[in-house]
């Protein structure tokens, strides 16, 4: 949540000349509805569900660069799916990074509580892991910019 998934997502598919789609955006065109409003009607585990779906398809898509919701690692389907499917990139920033990048920004459900921070530094400790564990390569962006996350990215395949 903030590391930049969208950002540099959008940025990697116009170098690559590759579509590209955010999940989340997908779900909002789907329902019409936010995130947010997912959250408060149906509660996490309904946007988990719906995220699940959109995941299933969109991981079906040839050389589609997506970016997903910082939760769609806790489905064990979702994170096989992802990584058979695809080539995953674990974007990894410290949570005080990440915190600095959200913390005025009321569209993150999930952050809205009395301490956003700890929240989270609890989400890291859950989710890191199980990044880790689907990710094909894991690049750190911490305050670099977005232009040189992608170069970071394309390099290998530049090389070749």
């Known amino acids: 949540m903030g590391v930049g998934k969208t950002t540099v997502g959008r940025q990697l598919a116009r170098a690559l000349n590759r579509p590209f789609q955010d999940a989340d955006r997908a779900i909002e065109e789907r329902t019409g509805a936010s995130i947010p409003w997912i959250f408060d009607i149906e509660g996490e585990e309904g946007f988990r ?6 995941l299933d398809e969109l991981t079906r898509e040839p050389e589609l660069v997506l970016a997903t919701g910082g939760g769609a690692v806790l489905d064990p389907d979702t994170r096989r799916k992802l990584a058979e499917r695809g080539y995953v990139i674990y974007l ?3 949570a005080g990074h990440l915190y600095e990048r959200t913390r005025y ?9 009395e301490d956003p921070r700890a929240r989270l530094e609890a989400l890291m400790a859950e989710r890191d892991p199980l990044y880790r564990e689907t990710a094909h390569r894991v690049v750190e962006t911490g305050n670099r910019p977005a232009r040189a996350v992608v170069r970071e990215i394309i390099r290998p395949w530049r090389e070749e």
Do not use: H, M, V
């Open 49 to 54: 569900s719906r995220e699940r779906g959109i």
């Open 92 to 94: 990894y920033a410290p």
């Open 105 to 113: 920004d009321r569209n993150r459900p999930l952050l809205q509580t």
